[in-house]
């Protein structure tokens, strides 16, 4: 399997406990504001909803000495949005894992049977309707009716496959953005094709939540299915499926006859290629929300397996070297690009940017269980991108746009959110 | 051992439901604390609950509870290291990460408020803002500023320019453990936060001493500290990548040199003399192993270190750096630096000229950010000893007996070989004092290596006594009668002073005193 908790003793074990997982890396702390870097320990504050506190539940699971698993501990393991901040924050200064033993630990616990009543729904909805929505798996295309784009789950043929994912087929505010997409793809000359009813979830959430049997499942048969399709590409707009895709998916042995692109990377190849021209001036001042599954947790994740052997006396050296997934490998510059692109527009930046930027509240399940948690993390997103005086958000993530907007619902605030697309759209 | 349920219950009508837990899981999460442990990563012993106070006014009333019901209640800040675990069965932890606040900054008066969960990071992010600068501890700038400044220990390479952490403290409001509040200095005539001697009680001897009480005597809630000029940008643009963030642009007035000397002897007489001299920002002795550690690690850093460059490069080295607030003044310190380095034969190293050296070694030690790599980073398990707080000809005996010892067990292959001399840091509060720590690293979760590292610490505790090289830093644990009974009879048994101390402001018992001292019997 691919979380072992086992796999992670030795991280879990050599961690210094020394609170580096709760802040930006120190260099880049800007203000008091805005210097928290982990949601769950921001929020709850209890060391226990830490990276370094949430390794030390990992590693009293594996040693077993926590035998009664109640239910606030199950809260606590599942109040993460398993955004990888606290692993990017370690790693400034050291070279362990963080958010590895993070999912393995929730692997471990739903292996035993362990999780949340919510947890159950979306797994259900996951085996039965191939979507994690809880809506019939009939009605996964509708976002693309009245559209002329090729279905290639009905043999049709296309250099390109645009994977929507769950929510922008099922979310009827944002489905439109999905349209667009494909719409724009299709006016740069993209030989680009859906597959409508048949398409899957990507399986992040089974997988973020522990339920690994079922994230292959599905993660297989979506490699199989574009393998079949012959496609050259498998573009997204969806920061948590191309995440998945890009740094789970390659674990799983299988041939991947295609290349994995964010709807971010494509426009940003096509607008430079002279292929999509945006000539309309767009007038506003606003800021890049970095999705995290599009930034510090796309970085293809290479597992170490090897030998610890000491040399310098006790200086522990481990064969072969171990690959450091630090965060700053992810995609963080073709939405800037994209948006400073746009005539008119002045892109301005938070101080929580790129592999260190706050996490929009809504992964790894805690949109669905925890919606408060969610909110307001995204609300504490929101003021710091109004204290750069942004009018609007930009963002590219259906997840992030979402938990966005009903945060900015509850609180009746007036900023804008903006997914990178709909930028291009009115510039075009 | 848990707490009663309706002792809990009191508790959790202060605090709320939410910010009070006896749960398995997260008395589990607390009890994880590598550094201080004898071996592996656990404490012995589990607080009963943790509550996390959010004001003065609630910190009171647990105080008050835990009097009334004779529950032991200790507090930590980031909590790093073992001493932040209660060490007596059935006491509660309190937790004070929800006192986060900076309560001000005064720009005329060149001083902040702080409560104890703001960190060093972000009270010199926010103090730059206001062209002021603040001293950071050499453990990091993730550590608390109140708690050093308050608690324990306080000594940082910045210290030259800035101090130390006592020094530094100014008005205090301390909740004492039986729940009464005192607030120390200015503060408590009403006349602010300026002075922590008067007009008003300092007691400062008292609530803080040479190192601090580390928990033993109550809470302190809000401390100010003294804030020094700062004469660089309002805020620290960073670029690069991590682990290898550097300044985007250099500091003007500053500059960061490496130098080395012919001997331990020269080495120290420079540090004095520039001590003396009243010049410069920040000096370190760096050893070779942790200045190895800063730049890489893993493989890289073994063939680096198999090659004996940095062994060669740095076995009598300091880093000295200069931040002047004019051109003249810059100036001044060069010349004044030039002298004395050659009056004491000391080099300069080229490499430490180097553009790329001067951005990489100037967000260090401006930031002091990168502490963690040259620490835990070979094994996870770090100690330190020796490290009291005197002269330079002090350090250099805690030196010279630190290397000696350390090299019996690196040939026993207990530790980790870092040559044997690894110890950190030197001269500061502008020369007339010294600081010294000797720095272990040693697997904690090997047997051997553990049992080593606890016997190294206990011999160098010894050595302490026997070499009249004063009380180490840390090794509370591993002393048998506590620090300061084992240290007091051979210092004018200021042991018995603590215990009395002890038992007036403690009468019941009531903060943990396992870190401190026992009350008078």
Redesign the interface.
């Known amino acids: 399997m691919l979380l072992e908790l086992r796999d992670y003793m030795s991280d879990m ?8 997982c709760k ?1 930006p ?8 504001r805005f ?1 928290n870097m982990c949601p769950s320990i921001t929020k ?5 909803y830490s990276g ?2 949430r ?3 990992g ?2 699971l594996a040693e077993g ?4 698993i ?1 239910d ?2 199950l809260n ?1 393991v599942y109040r993460c949005t398993a955004c990888g901040a606290c692993d ?1 924050s370690c ?5 362990l894992e963080v958010l590895w033993p993070i999912y393995s630990t929730r692997a471990y616990l739903a292996g035993m049977g362990y999780f949340l009543p919510e947890h159950s729904m979306i797994i259900d909805s996951l085996r039965k309707e191939d979507n994690i929505m809880m809506k019939p798996k009939t009605d996964r295309g509708k976002w693309a009716e009245g559209l002329k784009v090729k279905d290639l789950s009905r043999g049709e043929k296309a250099e390109v496959v645009y994977h929507a994912g769950c929510l922008y087929c099922y979310d009827p505010e944002l489905s439109i953005i999905a349209r667009e997409t494909v719409t724009l793809l299709q006016k740069a000359g993209v030989d680009v094709g859906i597959r409508g009813s048949q398409e899957s979830c990507c399986g992040s959430i089974a997988f973020q939540l522990g339920f690994q049997g079922e994230f292959i499942k599905f993660a297989e048969s979506n490699i199989d299915d574009w393998n079949a399709a012959g496609v050259s590409s498998v573009v997204t707009s969806c920061a948590c499926g191309f995440g998945i895709m890009k740094s789970v998916y390659p674990l799983l042995g299988k041939e991947m006859k295609f290349e994995v692109l964010h709807i971010t990377e494509y426009l940003d190849r096509l607008i430079k290629e002279g292929k999509i021209k945006l000539d309309r001036s767009f007038t506003s001042r606003v800021t890049y929300h970095d999705p995290c599954n599009l930034g510090r947790k796309s970085e293809i994740y290479i597992p170490w397996k090897g030998m610890e052997k ?9 064969e072969p ?2 690959v450091i997934h ?3 490998n992810g995609v963080y510059e073709p939405p800037r690009d994209i948006i400073k692109s746009v005539p008119g527009i002045d892109l301005v930046e938070m101080e929580r940017i790129k ?1 260190y930027s706050w996490c929009c509240g809504a992964g790894a399940g805690v949109k669905q269980c925890f919606d408060d948690f969610a909110l307001w993390t995204a609300s504490e997103r929101i003021a710091e991108a109004k204290s750069v005086g942004a009018e609007a958000i930009v963002t590219a993530c259906p997840w992030c746009e979402r938990n966005f907007k009903d945060a900015i619902a509850a609180s009746g605030d007036d900023i804008l959110v903006y997914d990178v697309v709909e930028l291009v759209k009115q510039a075009m | 051992m848990g707490i009663p349920r309706d002792v809990y219950r009191s508790f959790e009508s202060v605090v709320g439901p939410e910010n009070i837990s006896d749960d398995p899981g997260v008395l589990t999460s607390y009890m994880y604390q590598p550094f201080g442990c004898r071996k592996g990563v656990w404490a012995d012993i589990s607080p009963a609950a943790v509550i996390m106070p959010s004001s003065t006014e609630e910190v009171v009333a647990i105080a008050r509870i835990c009097n009334r019901y004779h529950i032991v209640f200790k507090a930590m800040s980031t909590g790093w290291g073992i001493h932040n675990v209660p060490g007596v069965e059935g006491a509660v932890s309190l937790d004070l990460r929800r006192m986060n606040h900076i309560l001000e900054i005064d720009e005329k008066n060149m001083f902040a408020v702080v409560e104890p969960y703001v960190i060093c990071a972000q009270l010199q992010v926010e103090a730059m803002k206001k062209g002021l600068n603040c001293h950071i501890i050499g453990a990091g700038s993730n550590t608390s500023v109140l708690a050093s400044a308050t608690s324990v220990a306080g000594y940082g390479p910045d210290g030259l320019s800035m101090g130390y952490s006592g020094r530094n403290l100014l008005g205090v409001e301390w909740v004492l453990p039986t729940g009464e509040v005192v607030k120390l200095g200015s503060l408590s005539t009403g006349s602010g936060w300026f002075c922590g001697d008067g007009p008003g009680p300092s007691l400062r001897g008292i609530m803080r001493g040479w190192e601090g009480a580390w928990g033993g005597l109550g809470v302190f809630t809000k401390c100010a500290v003294k804030l020094f000029h700062w004469n660089g940008p309002p805020q620290l643009e960073m670029k690069n990548v991590p682990p290898n963030y550097v300044l985007k642009e250099p500091i003007k007035y500053y500059r960061a040199s490496l130098f080395s000397f012919p001997s331990m002897e020269k080495l120290a007489e420079a540090a004095r003399k520039l001590g003396e001299a009243e010049i410069g920002y920040f000096i370190s002795r760096l050893c070779p192993s942790f200045v190895g550690l800063q730049m890489a690690a893993g493989q890289d850093f073994v063939n680096t270190w198999n090659t004996g460059m940095l062994q060669e490069m740095l076995k009598y080295a300091f880093l000295f750096v200069i931040f002047a607030n004019s051109e003249r003044e810059f100036e001044y310190q060069q010349k004044v630096l030039a002298a004395i380095i050659e009056e004491t034969g000391g080099q300069i190293s080229p490499v430490s000229e180097a553009p790329e050296m001067q951005e990489q070694t100037s967000t260090a030690v401006i930031k002091v950010d990168a502490v963690l790599r040259s620490c835990f980073r070979t094994t996870g398990g770090f100690n330190t000893s020796f490290g009291a707080m005197d002269t330079v000809d002090l350090a250099l005996n805690q030196i010279r007996a630190g290397t000696e010892l350390k090299n019996k067990y690196i040939r026993k292959g207990a530790l980790v070989d870092d040559g044997g001399d690894n110890s950190a840091t030197l001269v500061f509060d502008q020369g007339h004092l010294a600081y010294t720590e000797m720095l272990i690293m040693y697997d904690h979760h090997d047997d051997e290596s553990a049992e080593g590292a606890f016997q190294y610490l206990a011999e160098a505790n010894q050595a302490c006594l026997d070499k009249k090289l004063g009380p180490p830093i840390f090794q509370i644990s591993q002393v048998g009668k506590g620090k300061h009974g084992a240290f007091g009879p051979a210092c004018f048994n200021y042991d018995m002073w603590l215990r009395r101390i002890k038992k007036a402001f403690d009468p019941n018992d009531t903060a943990d005193p396992t870190a401190y001292s026992p009350p008078e019997e």
């Open positions: 074990k050599r961690c210094a406990r020394c609170s580096l802040w890396p120190l260099a880049q702390v800007k203000s008091w210097s709850y504050n209890f060391h226990t370094g506190g390794m030390a539940l590693l009293a000495r926590l035998e009664d109640t606030e501990l606590i990017s790693k400034y200064n050291s070279e000491k040399v310098l006396g006790q200086f522990i050296l481990r070297e171990k630090r965060g700053w592999e």
